[in-house]
């Protein structure tokens, strides 16, 4: 049931409504012609805008009614959807097709708006597959580098057992070629013993002889002096054979122009003349290097030298694997590098005071040299390797990993180059910041003892076990000479101090070298050919020293004697004999002395004058 307005409350709705608007004229006008002030309604009663809210509530029935004649319930929500203006302009049925419409279109949103939500789960799920497969991707990257890292542990490890295995190997070769070298020279000895007595015996025997025996035999001498001039005459133009005899016998060093330097305990392995100063440096089996300073001028029986003692061993002196095998003092003489068995590289002052230890081989260290700079020292080691070291920086520039067998000897070409000789029978020449060798030379049957540049770097020479030395052309692939005269492993070579980039320009290149068969040859370097054999020794020639102007030689030998030649002359000057097998001789900057290292643990200086 329903309530209604009557005209009269309609008409005073009106009229208060135009009152309350300012409509003052509007309101007079129908108050007068609707009789208002005659109404009975009480004016008290009527809120004021009672017109707005009546229309207000009544376009509210208007609206639930179309909703619920629509048969929907959701009221609240369906007001929304229509403006007064609606409402008071269209009937029942219109607002209520208005309404069906409009849903329909929220419903299409709200299917958008789902299917929306839709595709971004499925974009979020997508993200997050990918997320977990990327995780599951680094779990796996992990699990291969963890297993390549145990991997490489793996091998680091077999690397270090064979590693410790080739060592082990390497030092037993070592030891056992010690113990070989040992029965040498005892055998040596022992042969020399032999020898004596037996010339002793035959003194006697001579001493008993009569007269007439002392005239055949200086019969025999004066033929035999005779045979070796005519022979000497006929082969002028061959290689000749300089042998001693009765009528060139050497003149012996007499034992006031010798000084026996003791104080090793050991063989004495190597020695070296300081380039600037009256310094001798030796090597020795006993673990330590000494520096003994050598009066200048005549020696003098009187006269002490001392030593500098350099130990290369804590406490005893007995440790083998700190033998000092070589060494060799820079080009200003103010430092002394030493290699030994233990595999480090030692740097020492004239003053005896240790400045750098260098480590980085794994075996013995067979041979060291100063470039001519001084900023390098170059080692090479039974590690099968050779070390670049700075000194200045006291580390290692860079390791040289090319020969297959121990590295025998190395040899600087430049300040930046160098070659290296190894039992491989290869030789290698090298540069630093090179990964590759710079050249191979092949052509040794035999392991490659020694290596020896020219002065002028261009020349390489090389002696081997094969019996041959070699000479070597830097702009070539093969050796430009094949030297084979010798019938014996060839131990060490040397070039003369003399031809160009020398002190003596004017004479000829000479190659020298020194063999097991005892003799010492000379070769024209240009040619290739032999000049002479010096056939002085009785046995295995060790060492060999060029005089500093080029026109003497000096070479040691098992045998325990150094001889000095003329190579003018083609004769021994001068010849001395200790009572030790000789490892190696030099001499000093004026060329008026000798030295030698001796195994009886011994270090001669010998004085040369002629």
């Not at 020896?452 to 070539?476: E, F």
Request: aromatic content about 8%.
């Amino acid at each position: 049931m329903s309530s209604s307005l009557t005209s009269v409350e309609m008409n005073f709705l009106v009229f208060r409504y135009l009152q309350e608007s300012g409509f003052t004229h509007a309101a007079f006008t129908l108050g007068y012609e609707a009789g208002i002030n005659k109404s009975t309604i009480d004016g008290n009663m009527v809120p004021p805008g009672a017109l707005v809210k009546f229309v207000q509530k009544g376009l509210h029935y208007m609206e639930m009614e179309a909703n619920l004649t629509n048969g929907e319930m959701e009221t609240e929500e369906d007001f929304s959807f229509f403006q007064p203006l609606d409402l008071i302009s269209k009937d029942v049925k219109e607002l209520q097709e208005m309404l069906r419409e409009r849903k329909r279109k929220e419903r299409d949103k709200e299917k958008e708006k789902d299917k929306s939500k839709d595709n971004d789960r499925e974009v979020e799920g997508e993200r997050s597959r990918l997320k977990e497969k990327d995780r599951h991707e680094k779990l796996k990257e992990r699990e291969r580098e963890k297993m390549e890292r145990d991997k490489e542990r793996e091998r680091e490890k077999m690397e270090r057992e064979k590693e410790r295995e080739r060592e082990k190997m390497e030092r037993e070769i070592f030891e056992r070629e010690r113990e070989r070298m040992k029965l040498e020279r005892e055998r040596d000895i022992e042969r020399e013993r032999e020898r004596e007595k037996i010339e002793r015996e035959k003194t006697q025997e001579k001493q008993l002889g009569d007269g007439g025996d002392r005239d055949t035999v200086i019969d025999q001498s004066d033929k035999a002096n005779a045979g070796d001039e005519d022979h000497a005459r006929s082969s002028a133009a061959e290689p000749m054979d300089i042998i001693m005899t009765p009528t060139s016998l050497p003149c012996h060093i007499p034992n006031s122009d010798v000084r026996i330097l003791e104080g090793h305990t050991s063989e004495v392995c190597a020695c070296a003349w300081s380039p600037s100063a009256s310094l001798l440096a030796s090597g020795s089996g006993d673990t330590t290097a000494r520096i003994w300073s050598i009066p200048e001028g005549p020696l003098k029986s009187g006269r002490s030298i001392n030593a500098l003692i350099l130990k290369h061993a804590k406490g005893k002196s007995n440790e083998k694997s700190k033998d000092v095998t070589t060494l060799d003092w820079n080009g200003e003489g103010t430092l002394l590098a030493t290699g030994s068995c233990d595999g480090q590289a030692r740097i020492w002052t004239t003053n005896g005071d240790l400045i750098s230890t260098l480590s980085k081989h794994k075996g013995p260290i067979f041979s060291l040299k100063w470039n001519k700079k001084g900023d390098y020292l170059l080692t090479g080691s039974v590690d099968r390797t050779a070390v670049v070291w700075d000194v200045k920086a006291e580390e290692w520039k860079q390791q040289f990993e090319f020969h297959t067998g121990p590295t025998l000897d190395v040899d600087w070409r430049n300040n930046v180059s160098f070659a290296t000789s190894s039992t491989d029978t290869f030789i290698y020449l090298c540069k630093i910041g090179e990964t590759r060798p710079v050249k191979v030379f092949a052509g040794h049957q035999g392991e490659v003892n020694c290596v020896k540049w020219d002065p002028t770097g261009s020349l390489l020479a090389s002696c081997s076990d094969d019996s041959t030395a070699k000479i070597w052309n830097i702009k070539q692939h093969n050796f430009v000479h094949d030297l084979r005269d010798h019938t014996k492993e060839i131990y060490t070579i040397r070039w003369s101090p003399t031809g160009p980039g020398t002190n003596n320009p004017n004479k000829p290149l000479t190659l020298a070298s020194a063999s097991f068969d005892s003799t010492v040859k000379l070769w024209d370097a240009e040619l290739g050919k032999m000049i002479c054999s010096l056939n002085g020794h009785r046995d295995a020639v060790y060492s060999l020293a060029f005089s500093p102007n080029g026109e003497y030689i000096a070479s040691g030998s098992v045998d325990k004697s150094i001889h000095i030649w003329s190579l003018k002359e083609g004769k021994i000057v001068k010849t001395y004999t200790g009572e030790g097998g000789i490892f190696e001789v030099c001499w000093n900057k004026e060329g008026n002395k000798l030295a030698a290292c001796f195994a009886d643990n011994s270090v001669c200086v010998l004085d040369f004058r002629m």
